[in-house]
């Protein structure tokens, strides 16, 4: 039989998001399917989808606004998220918002009558998000909101006269108000002891009452309700687990959400006029982007599981069977062999147990090479999702383990604090554990063992090869910090306060930082290092690569460095991610061999 090359997991196409248009039979959806990602339109009438944004740059999100056919759409430049608005009018002309290339703009909602959007932009001050609004006839800007900190447009009120903001304290805690058009007064609504994060807005039919998905004086996710004149809170439904993805029908009785069960989303779907909840069928994966159709009869959703690269799917409300609806990632090439994982746990250094999705090859060799992919964030979680490299290192014959280490997201808010500030280094313990627990499986290769990760799991895999250097056969670090000494010093200043509240500060923790930090320990490193990096990244500056391979590079330690060109902290071209995850296959070739 042929052997397959990366090529084909690289150029397996995706839905990224999709909105309903408002008004009737058209959905919108942007996926990269010519290689950088655009807005394409599928029309019920027609089988086949059309592309309907012709831009250079990669198209970052949609929104439909309000009553109309016309989308705003976010665009950088490149990768360093100093996003831009637009407007794509239903005729195809393309009209620029906010023209302002050295600040970033994030997108709130559309006024109710269609007149009007808000975002909320750096404008003032780099460091700080301001609240602005826009007339989209006249294009005038006015900013009514001005104070320092992290402020964000959520929704605009059904009658109009509002908005309702959420402000960030730090990554995990956040701080909800009414802010009035006509005063210029804000309420804040959400007065809560300890740490809260509040997501997926709702109003009902009056636009008194608020459904949305929060976490307050609770470790999970739950759904709750809050009456906007006395600020009094209700909770409607919880689970052992993060409810995810909150969407609501325009006759406002009927919402649905999913339920992550350990990475693995569950689908459903609650009837507020007979308080009736209800669940649906879906393969392995994430469902995200949940919306209800204007005709109220579908509820859509993408789907990505591992098995089932990412397309829009809709479920019937009468007979709750889902249905996929789009084929954009269809590779019949590939559909027999991407493979879904096994969902374990393995008990760390202080015998918490430590969630992980196993992934074993197709093939009946004793012992496997194995590649540990640790996930950013570190407020994140590995998902049972599609991804071309670990597919295909899975075809290579490697077994590959994706732990969810202390510090994740989706187990509660006490596992997401075990790795904050000075407890830094026991996330990577639980890397070291795993291994330990992957030795006394006997599936593994012991001396073929390779660590991976992006972002903060870069950072995770620099720490595991300077601080246990004796575990690992081979490393790739993609755009991942060296010293959180230098990272808080660099990166972007609207994010500098919120990973403070992550990692610490210079002043209290710098000697902490120091006793930590990859790049003084870069003379332990013996696993052979290969580095990718944007050049535009502005969460983590590509100084952290840079310095970290000029320290490996004078002691002629095998290192191979991409430095990549017109790309961010995330990779968006089709054309870098075929040179990068081909250079990354043949490097761990190279060090772990093949099946």
Sequence with gaps: MKEITIDPYIHVRMVKSFEYDPRGKKISFISDFTGVPQVWELDRDYRWPAQTSFTMKGI?????????????FGMDSDGDEKEQLYLLKENGDKIALTNSPEHLHLFGDSSPDGKWIAWSSNRRNQRFLDIYIQNLETLEIRRVFTQDGTYMVEKWFPDGKSLLVKKANSPLDHDLGVFSLST?????????????????????????????????DCEFFGLALIELSTKQF?????????????????????LAFSVNEGGISKGRLIDLDRSKLYTWDTPMGVIYNLRFSPNQQKLGFVLNGPAHPPDIWEVDIETLQAKRLTYISRTPILEEKLIEPEQISFPSFDQLQIPAFYYKPNHNADKAPVVVYIHGGPESQSRAVYSPFLQYFLNQGYAVVAPNIRGSTGYGKTYTHL??????????????????????????????????????GG???????????????????????????????????????????????????????????????????????MIIHGVNDPRV?????????????KRNHPVQYIRIEEEGHTMMKLKNKLNSYSEMAEFLEKYLGKR
Excluded: C
Excluded at 508 to 529: S, T, V
């Design 184 to 216: 210029g007064k804000m309420d804040w609504i959400t007065e809560h002891e300890g740490e809260a994060s509040y997501k997926d807005f709702h109003f009902n039919k009056e636009g008194d009452h608020l459904y949305f998905l929060t976490n307050q």
């Design 234 to 254: 209700t909770w409607l439904e919880r689970e052992e687990w993060d409810l995810e993805d909150l969407a609501m029908n325009k006759d406002n009785n009927k």
């Design 459 to 529: 950072f995770i895999v620099l720490a595991a090869i300077s601080h246990f250097p004796e575990l690992w056969a081979a490393a790739i670090d993609i755009v991942g910090m060296s010293s959180i000494r230098t990272f808080l010093q660099t990166t972007s200043p609207w994010r500098k306060k919120l990973r403070e509240a992550e990692y610490g500060t210079i002043e209290k923790d710098g000697d902490f930082f120091d006793q930590i930090d990859p790049l003084n320990h870069a003379d332990r490193i013996k696993a052979p290092l």
């Design 541 to 553: 500056s590509i100084q952290e690569s840079d310095q970290i391979v000029s320290k490996l590079k």
């Design 60 to 72: 970052t999100f949609i929104k439909y606004i309000a009553g109309t056919s016309d989308l705003v």
């Design 419 to 456: 790795d904050d500030g000075r407890k830094r280094m026991d996330a990577v313990r639980d890397v070291i554990f795993l291994m330990e627990w992957l030795k006394k499986t006997g599936d593994i290769h012991e001396d073929k063992a390779a660590i991976v990760g992006g972002s903060y």
